[in-house]
């Protein structure tokens, strides 16, 4: 359809390839069978829309017409390369008599391209992959983040991440990996692998690690649709229905996690009534169903706890009614069943709620020093404590140091200005004692 004076084809670009790209590279690597030459397909097919769109107007349906174009790539490709029959028969079947014709319509095959996503979150996850690849490659080929954001995410440099999601692509080539689920036992040893980094893709979504924006939203739902996808993958197993009733759960906070000025708001300071009533309900039900599973002697972990945590969270219509004591204690469980600093951090927050600031102020003590590098984490949750325990000069010191650490610009404004309150309580006189507390 021709450009109307009010369309914007850029953006209606942009949006249709943040909304297919990573369906688009997975129906093309089950295509191609070479994820790296369907990556570059989806770009040429990109790139196209950018050229062409200005001038002959948005297309009705932009998922198909960039199918139609990558598709047309992958024939010009073969071509050039000289397999000719083959993959030009298993590309371009039926395009003889009319390429728009017989192009697969995505709205009437998601199922299939739904799994195609599926099948590649586990190809970006194959064993041949070191951990860091996997991550790398799930964030480039599915969570569509550019090299730049993964870089910063791994505290690399943009050359880095490029080079090595370069050489995972062709690790993945060498071994002629197939886009195909894994079964059996293949599939429970990757399991673990698969939810790390819909964790990772969650989380960059939900608090970046750097830039301006204090999230991406279009990862946090994207993160969470696989995870309900790998849950009806895995019906039976605990870990996989608590990582989604994690995400659920934490991303039903999105909508109320930022202020009308577009000023990060904390948990506690969160209006509860813009929570999605509908993912806290997914979350609990699943969490319910993986809580049944533990009951009959499946072993849990990680995943289960921290979503039974969030579920204290969620239950609670008001931030004075959080069971703290409840979340400390699944905090110490968690801490047995995973140990790492992150949760020592989280637990120091939840046994300074439950216990009082001395209590968590005990727990992030006995962290060893630079147990988590350079993150802003523990100087603020510091700041906190010590907030809450009246030491407002010392809290607003730490406020003030983890500011100077944290590259996400939206951290760092609540920071300062966490800072900046409590140097202002700091220098208030003390209040005489006869006349009572103001």
């Not at 070191?130 to 550019?146: H, I």
């Not at 999105?254 to 509860?272: C, F, I, K, N």
Request: aromatic share 4%; proline share 5%.
């Amino acid at each position: 359809m021709p450009a109307g004076p009010t369309d914007d084809p850029t953006r209606a670009v942009t949006a249709a390839w943040r909304a297919e790209s990573a369906r688009l590279v997975g129906v093309l690597t089950r295509m191609t069978r070479d994820v790296e030459l369907a990556e570059d397909l989806a770009q040429d097919a990109l790139l196209a829309a950018l050229e062409q769109w200005p001038v002959s107007g948005i297309p009705d349906n932009p998922s198909a017409w960039l199918m139609t174009t990558a598709r047309r790539r992958g024939i010009d490709h073969f071509r050039r390369a000289d397999t000719l029959r083959r993959k030009v028969t298993e590309l371009g079947h039926g395009l003889a008599r009319g390429e728009e014709a017989d192009v697969p319509d995505l709205d009437d095959q998601v199922d299939r391209i739904e799994d195609d996503v599926l099948r590649l979150v586990f190809l970006a996850c194959h064993p041949s992959l070191t951990p860091e690849s996997r991550a790398a490659l799930t964030l480039r080929l599915v969570g569509g983040l550019t090299t730049a954001e993964i870089a910063r995410g791994f505290l690399t440099t943009e050359a880095t991440m490029g080079q090595r999601i370069s050489r995972a692509k062709r690790t993945l080539a060498r071994a002629r990996v197939e886009l195909e689920l894994p079964t059996g036992a293949e599939r429970t040893a990757r399991l673990d692998d698969v939810m790390a980094v819909l964790y990772l893709i969650f989380n960059e979504g939900y608090s970046a690690t750097a830039g301006e924006d204090w999230m991406r939203t279009d990862l946090v739902v994207e993160a969470t649709r696989l995870s309900r996808m790998l849950a009806d993958l895995a019906p039976d197993e605990p870990e996989v229905l608590g990582l989604q009733a994690l995400l659920e759960l934490q991303g039903s906070r999105t909508a109320a996690r930022l202020s009308a000025t577009g000023e990060p708001v904390l948990l506690e300071d969160q209006d509860r009534g813009l929570w999605d009533e509908v993912g806290i309900r997914r979350g609990l039900a699943a969490l319910e169903r993986a809580t049944a599973l533990a009951a009959a002697g499946t072993p849990v972990g990680r995943y289960f706890l921290q979503a039974s945590i969030a579920a204290q969270h969620a239950l609670a219509r008001r931030p004075e009614d959080t069971d703290w004591s409840r979340i400390a204690a699944l905090y110490d469980v968690l801490a047995e069943a995973a140990p790492g600093p992150v949760v020592e951090v989280n637990r120091a927050v939840a046994h300074g709620r439950a216990h009082g600031p001395a209590a968590g102020l005990a727990v992030l003590e006995a962290l060893e020093d630079g147990a988590l590098g350079d993150s802003p984490l523990p100087a603020g949750v510091r700041g906190d404590l010590l907030e809450r325990a009246g030491r407002h000069d010392e809290a607003a010191d730490a406020f003030e140091r983890a500011a100077g650490l944290t590259r996400n610009e939206g951290e760092r404004a609540v920071l300062l200005r966490r800072a900046s309150h409590n140097r202002t309580r700091a220098a208030r006189p003390a209040a005489p004692h006869h006349g009572g507390d103001r």
